[in-house]
């Protein structure tokens, strides 16, 4: 499923490590609501920008977390959110680049249960 | 729906400016239950949007996978003194906008 | 520097009652800002980022609404909250002479809705009864916790320290038993904290929403297997002004952000 989604975007293009940084907190407090910033080493010119950014996870009902378009105005190749994870597993970040290559970054992350479950009424 | 913006109300010419946006959603996913098993339907934002002066300078698309109330924060130069306009459209017909103004000298 | 610290300790305890067994004593008093990470600090700390401000932007707007029969608004009583709720929050629950008993700050909005603005109460835990619980204890940030000063209140205090003490539910545990003797160990992953609500109405990441200290006991109570008292129940009450006391000088930060 990951990798499905990871294709549809992609292509059958090479995705090569690298340039992108996933900064998360390796140990979440909760896994309703986890922040999560990701960043990309780009001058950010015309020539030489990130297109977008594309955030993925393992084990979630869905693989997709967010896309994000940027421009060269962008300025910073840089985007905060906050993201559910419903369980212990892997987020995978991938940059395309101006000229249409793949960069990626991949983290684990540990998601434990809150401690006492609320009765839903 | 409550909306926080925040972008520096001035800057300089050629500065990267950061902004940052909080708005209230439930971002219902649509795969949790009802206590009797019904499935509660899907219920989230699914595109932000952030124009500069009428020009597109930054897009998200949302799953549910974004929690709840959405906080997105993204970069941009700052180049002329204007408008920023937010836009978040969502499933069920969801709709809110937002702006807020800049000052560049 | 000691000579101040000496001074201040014995005005502390000249003008606060007797520490029981196993309260925590003032200067050990710690939020549970300080057992969460710094993610979720940082989330709590900045007003544009946090998503329990969303909801005091809505009671702002709440407190200028028009409504009931006297077709009055928040702010036709009391003005500007900025100035007239300032230092509000910090005293309650309070005694409400009418009642006889203590009220939460739920419940005095309720009383005021009825009392002054003649209109039908805002349910428990609904969001705007939230907002405005969050607005107003939000002008209150800052400000250390009184609770409990007023003498009419002891005989409720000393009932909600009773069931403070007390083991309950199917697991046998008095809130005491984490909150008074282990905090800053673990259940499940999750620091133990020392139960301060110095930050209610908060927005809690399990909730993914705002909620009030009597959600959060509640949801307590089944953690331990009983079976939680009714929203705005007697014993709830007495519980949250027990908590309120216990917490006495700290500053409230509502609204505050907890895992």
Redesign the interface.
């Known amino acids: 499923m990951l990798n499905g989604a990871i294709r549809n975007v992609a292509g059958e293009a090479p995705i090569r490590t690298g340039k992108v940084k996933l900064d998360i907190?390796p140990l979440v407090?909760?896994g309703?609501?986890?922040?999560m910033t990701v960043s990309v080493a780009s001058p950010m010119t015309a020539n030489d920008y990130v297109k977008s950014i594309h955030v993925f996870?393992e084990k979630?009902?869905?693989p997709?977390?967010?896309?994000?378009?940027?421009?060269p105005?962008?300025?910073?190749?840089?985007?905060?959110?906050?993201?559910?994870?419903a369980d212990t597993q892997k987020v995978v970040a991938i940059a395309r680049l101006s000229d249409d290559s793949f960069w990626q970054v991949v983290a684990d992350i540990v998601v434990?249960?809150?401690?006492?479950?609320?009765?839903?009424? | 729906m409550a909306a926080l913006i925040n972008i520096p109300a001035k800057a300089k010419r050629g500065d990267i400016i950061e902004i940052r946006t909080l708005t209230s959603h439930i971002m219902e996913t649509g795969f949790r239950h009802t206590m009797d098993g019904t499935l509660v339907p899907r219920d989230i934002i699914t595109s932000f949007t952030c124009r500069y002066n009428g020009t597109e300078i930054f897009r998200a698309d949302l799953f549910p996978a974004i929690a709840a109330n959405p906080y997105l924060s993204f970069f941009t130069v700052a180049k002329e003194s204007g408008k920023f306009e937010f836009e978040w459209i969502g499933d069920n017909g969801y709709s809110s906008t937002a702006s807020a103004s800049i000052t560049v000298e | 520097m000691i000579f101040w610290r000496a001074i201040v300790a014995a005005a502390l305890v000249a003008t606060s009652p007797a520490l029981l067994a196993g309260e925590i004593p003032p200067d050990a008093r710690r939020s549970g800002y300080s057992f969460m990470g710094p993610d979720t600090r940082a989330m709590q700390d900045d007003d544009s980022s946090n998503p329990g401000m969303l909801f005091v932007l809505d009671g702002e707007a709440l407190w200028t609404k028009k409504v009931g029969t006297a077709d009055k608004a928040c702010a036709d009583c009391h003005g500007d909250a900025r100035s007239s709720m300032k230092g509000v929050a910090v005293r309650y629950p309070a005694f409400d002479k009418a009642q006889g008993r203590p009220v939460t700050l739920d419940q005095r909005i309720n009383l005021c809705r009825a009392n002054h603005q003649q209109t039908a109460p805002l349910p428990y835990e609904s969001r705007d009864l939230l907002a405005l619980s969050a607005f107003v204890a939000h002008q209150s940030r800052g400000i250390a916790i009184t609770t409990g000063d007023d003498p009419q209140l002891n005989p409720f205090v000393e009932q909600g320290r009773n069931l403070f003490m007390r083991r309950q539910g199917q697991l046998n545990l008095a809130c005491t038993n984490c909150h008074d003797d282990n905090f800053d160990k673990r259940l499940a992953g999750s620091p133990i904290t020392q139960a301060q609500p110095t930050g209610y109405p908060l927005y809690r990441l399990e909730w993914q929403t705002l909620g009030s200290l009597e959600r959060r006991l509640r949801s307590c109570m089944t953690g331990v297997r009983a079976k939680a008292y009714d929203y705005g129940a007697p014993e709830l009450v007495a519980l949250e002004l027990y908590l309120m006391s216990r917490a006495r000088g700290m500053p409230m930060e509502t609204p505050a952000v907890r895992p």
Do not use: D, H, K, W
Not at chain 1, 32 to 35: E, G, H, L
Not at chain 1, 64 to 71: A, E
Not at chain 1, 73 to 85: E, F, H, V
Not at chain 1, 112 to 121: G, P, R, Y
């Open positions: 907190p407090e909760n309703n609501t986890v922040p996870n979630n009902p869905q997709n977390i967010g896309n994000f378009y940027l421009s105005s962008s300025g910073r190749a840089q985007i905060s959110t906050r993201i559910r994870l434990t249960l809150a401690a006492c479950t609320e009765e839903l009424n």
